[in-house]
Antibody, heavy 120, light 107 residues
Framework: EVLLVQSGGEVKKAGESLKISCEGP????????VVWVRQMPGKGLEWMGV????????RYSPPFQGHVTISADKSTTTAYLQWNRLKASDSAIYYC?????????????WGQGTLVTVST | SSELTQDPAVSVALGQTVRITCQGD??????ASWYQQKPGQAPILVMF???RRPSGIPDRFSGSNSGNTASLTITGAQAEDEADYYC??????????FGSGTWVTVL
């Protein structure tokens, strides 16, 4: 069983910066993609972007491009999701997941989620 | 279109069969994967590729594809199957998108 462990919940104010993390298993971390998914309160899943930790190849979904930064450190087997200036609308649960490439990417293991609360 | 369309909710009697559908133009070219999410929990993968189930997922779950529609079928639905189900696939820009989700009620 692959275990992705995410950092704890955060309470921030609008305009502040934030970096949350997702730690993966030591073996094979750099052989899979890591995907970040947003779930706003009472809403569905949204694909934010994906990173391949081995070479940091990163791709963002258009709604998130320019507002978040996805990064990874393969030496610590940790992926990150970062905001420079939070908005109240960033309040959500953020999940990381391991992406396995077949003909398409499927997400076979998920972190427990990080709840981010942003106040105005 | 890069959107995946799902019915918001369906219901099924205990032990009966329910089909959850996902429509999108790119499903003619790419397989969908399916995720189950129970309230307060992280999603889990229940189906991927051409009708492939991860280990630990009961065989009452099956998948199929026809034209622009991917389907997840639960044959003999159980109370523990009550959850949101999301499809996911590649879109025309080679990124990925989730469907809007279907809540399954087991009566």
């Amino acid at each position: 069983e692959v275990l992705l462990v995410q950092s704890g919940g955060e309470v921030k104010k609008a305009g502040e910066s934030l970096k949350i993390s997702c730690e993966g298993p030591t073996n094979s971390f750099d052989s899979y993609w890591v995907v970040w998914v947003r779930q706003m309160p009472g809403k569905g899943l949204e694909w934010m972007g994906v990173i391949y930790p081995d070479d940091s190849d990163t791709r963002y979904s258009p709604p998130f491009q320019g507002h978040v930064t996805i990064s990874a450190d393969k030496s610590t087997t940790t992926a990150y999701l970062q905001w420079n200036r939070l908005k109240a609308s960033d309040s959500a649960i953020y999940y990381c997941a391991r992406g396995v490439v077949a003909t398409t990417i499927y997400l076979d293991s998920w972190g427990q989620g990080t709840l981010v609360t942003v106040s105005t | 279109s890069s959107e995946l369309t799902q019915d918001p909710a369906v219901s099924v009697a205990l032990g009966q069969t329910v089909r959850i559908t996902c429509q999108g133009d790119n499903l003619r070219s790419y397989y969908a994967s399916w995720y189950q999410q129970k309230p307060g929990q992280a999603p889990i993968l229940v189906m991927f590729g051409k009708n492939r189930r991860p280990s630990g997922i009961p065989d009452r779950f099956s998948g199929s594809n026809s034209g622009n529609t991917a389907s997840l079928t639960i044959t003999g639905a159980q109370a523990e199957d009550e959850a949101d189900y999301y499809c996911n696939s590649r879109d025309s820009s080679h990124l990925y998108v989730f469907g809007s989700g279907t809540w399954v009620t087991v009566l």
